[in-house]
C-alpha cells in the first residue's frame, strides 16, 4: 500500500517542505527558503527551508533527550523498528524512484535500484546491530597476573550522530547513516544535501511512520554555510558522518573540534586494464562503473590504464559498448540511460577538464558535444600527466584513457592521486590481479570487475583524501558509532 506524504509539506505546487523535529513536521519561521530544481527540465520540484539556527538547535536538543531512553530500549524493538521502516521503503520504490528521478536526474533503473537497494540495507543493518556484543578479558592471561580480574568491554552508543549524506545518493547513502547510528543506540540529526533533500525527506516520513520515537529522528534542511557549520560546531553534536567532496569535509574537519569524523570522500578510480585480460568483460564493466549516474558516482571510474599491446584494441571495443549502453536523454523515460549532469556549473566544470585535454594533444574517442546540463557520453584517450583530466574528479560522463607500458607504471599513477578510494584491476592471471591490488594504495580493489560501493555489507573506506573511518559495511560502520566502555570486574576467586 503507498504511503501518503502529505503531512511534509503545504500541498501548495510547488509543495513547501517543513523540517522534522521531535516526531513530527514543523513549518519553519525562517525567511530563507531554497528553490530545488531539477537538474532535466529547470522545473521546481518544491521549495525547503534554510532552517533558522534556533530551529537547528531544536533538532540537537531533541536528539539529546532522546538518546539515552532509546538507547536504553531493549536492542530488538530497535530491531523491529527499523525492520517496518525498510518494508515501508520497499512499499514506496516507486514513489522514491520517480522523485530521485526528478529530484537528481539519476536514470530509471539505478533510481530504482537505489530505492530497493536501501531497504535490503537497512534489514540487513538492523540484524548486524542486533548481535552488537562487546569483548571478555581475563586478566590469567597476562604475565604476571593472578585470575582475579574480569573486564568486560561493552560497545556503546557515541551520542548524537550529525548524518551529511550526498545529493547522488539522497536515499541510500542517508540510510546507513541513519541505520548503523540508530541500531547502536545513537541519535541522529540528518541535514541532507540540499540538491537531493526532497528524496531524503521523504525516506525520513517513512520512518516517522514506521515508528521512531519523537527525538530519535531529527532533519534540517538549509544551506552548509548556514545550517551546516551551526551544527557540525555543535558542542552537543558527538560525532559527523558525511559524504561529500574533500573540500567540503575539510572545512568541517576544521571546524568540527572534539568529535568522531567519518568522512566517505572524493575519488580518482583508476581501471587498470592489463593485455591478458577478458577485453568484453573488461569494456562492459569499466563501461557501467565509469557512466552510470553520468560518472556522478564517487566510486565512478576516473581514470582507465590499458598496457600498450591491446591499447587500440581495447579502445575501441571500450567506446563501442559505451556508445551503445549510455544514451543521452530524459532519465524519466527507462530507454535513456544517461541523464543530465546536477546544475550548470558541474557541467561546466567537465567540459572545462575537456578542453584542457584537447587543447594539450589528447584525443576525442567519443562524444564531446554538450547542451547546458546534458552531455554525451564522452571518451579522451591518450591522456597523459600534464592533463587536469589525469588528476582532477570530473563527477560527470567523461573518462579518460591512458596508455602504459605495464602494471608497475599504472600503479605508479595510480597511486600519485591524492585520492585512495578504489580501483580495478583487469586480468586473467592471478599472480598480476594480487600483485596490482598489493601495491595499489586505495580502500578496496575489484578484480575482474567494476568499482563499486556494494555489496552494502562489505567494508568500505577510502585511503588519503578519499576518506576518514568506515563509513560503509554494516559491521564495521556500527562499530565506528559505537565505542568500548569497559567494566572490570575484581573477583576473589
Ligand atoms: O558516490 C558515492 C557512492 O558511495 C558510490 O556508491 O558504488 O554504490 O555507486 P556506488
Not at 522534522?20 to 521549495?47: C, M, R
Not at 537497512?122 to 604475565?143: C, K, M, Q
Amino acid at each position: 500500500m503507498m504511503t501518503n506524504f502529505n503531512e511534509l509539506h503545504n500541498n501548495q505546487n510547488p509543495p513547501v517542505y517543513k523540517f522534522f523535529v521531535d516526531g513530527a513536521w514543523q513549518i519553519s519561521k525562517t525567511d530563507h527558503y531554497l528553490e530545488i530544481h531539477s537538474p532535466i527540465d529547470n522545473s521546481i520540484v518544491g521549495v525547503v527551508p534554510s532552517v533558522t539556527k534556533e530551529e537547528a538547535e531544536m533538532a540537537v536538543e531533541s536528539s539529546r533527550n532522546a538518546q539515552k531512553p532509546w538507547e536504553n530500549l531493549p536492542i530488538y524493538q530497535r530491531v523491529d523498528l527499523l525492520h517496518k521502516a525498510a518494508s515501508l521503503i520497499k512499499e514506496n520504490a516507486d514513489y522514491l524512484r520517480d522523485l530521485i528521478i526528478l529530484e537528481i536526474g539519476k536514470p530509471f533503473s539505478e533510481a530504482e535500484e537505489e530505492a530497493l537497494r536501501t531497504a535490503d540495507l537497512i534489514d540487513y543493518y538492523a540484524e548486524e546491530g542486533r548481535r552488537l556484543v562487546g569483548d571478555v578479558w581475563d586478566s590469567s592471561a597476562y604475565p604476571g597476573t593472578k585470575r582475579n580480574k574480569i573486564a568486560i568491554a561493552r560497545r556503546v552508543p557515541l551520542g548524537v550522530v550529525l548524518a551529511i549524506p550526498p545529493f547522488n545518493y539522497p536515499v541510500n547513502e542517508g540510510a546507513p547513516k541513519i541505520v548503523g547510528a540508530l541500531v547502536s543506540g545513537n541519535t541522529v540529526v540528518l541535514k541532507p544535501s540540499t540538491q537531493g533533500a526532497i528524496s531524503s525527506l521523504h525516506m525520513i516520513e517513512l520512518f516517522r511512520q514506521a515508528g521512531i520515537p519523537a527525538g530519535v529522528l531529527n532533519c534540517v534542511t538549509g544551506k552548509g554555510e548556514d545550517v551546516g557549520d551551526f551544527l557540525v560546531t555543535h558542542k552537543q553534536v558527538d560525532a559527523i558522518n558525511l559524504t561529500g567532496s574533500y573540500e567540503t569535509a575539510e572545512i568541517v574537519a576544521k571546524k568540527a573540534g572534539m568529535k568522531k569524523l567519518l568522512f566517505g570522500l572524493s575519488g580518482k578510480d583508476a581501471s587498470i586494464v592489463l593485455a591478458d585480460c577478458d577485453q568484453d568483460l573488461a569494456a562492459e564493466e569499466i563501461a557501467k562503473g565509469s557512466f552510470s549516474y553520468g560518472g556522478q558516482r564517487c566510486t565512478g571510474i576516473k581514470r582507465v590504464m590499458v598496457e600498450e599491446k591491446i591499447y587500440s584494441e581495447f579502445l575501441k571495443k571500450l567506446s563501442s559498448v559505451i556508445h551503445k549502453k549510455f544514451v543521452l536523454g530524459d532519465p524519466r523515460i527507462k530507454e535513456y540511460t544517461l541523464g543530465p549532469i546536477i546544475d550548470d556549473k558541474a557541467a561546466q566544470y567537465v567540459e572545462e577538464l575537456l578542453d584542457d585535454a584537447l587543447n594539450l594533444g589528447a584525443t576525442l574517442a567519443l562524444g564531446g558535444k554538450r547542451e547546458g546540463r546534458f552531455m554525451e557520453a564522452t571518451i579522451v584517450s591518450d591522456v597523459t600527466k600534464k592533463m587536469r583530466l589525469a588528476w582532477e574528479e570530473p563527477f560527470g560522463p567523461i573518462l579518460p584513457v591512458m596508455k602504459v607500458k605495464d602494471w608497475q607504471e599504472a600503479v605508479g599513477l595510480a597511486n600519485q592521486s591524492e585520492y585512495g578510494l578504489q580501483s580495478s584491476v583487469f586480468t586473467k592471471s592471478l599472480d598480476s590481479a594480487w600483485a596490482v591490488a598489493n601495491a595499489l594504495e586505495v580502500g578496496s580493489i575489484q578484480i575482474n570487475g567494476k568499482d563499486a560501493r556494494g555489496p552494502d555489507h562489505f567494508p568500505f573506506t577510502g585511503f588519503k583524501n578519499s576518506g576518514l573511518g568506515m563509513v560503509q559495511g554494516a559491521k564495521y560502520l556500527i562499530g565506528e558509532l559505537t565505542r568500548y566502555k569497559t567494566i572490570v570486574m575484581n573477583t576473589k576467586g
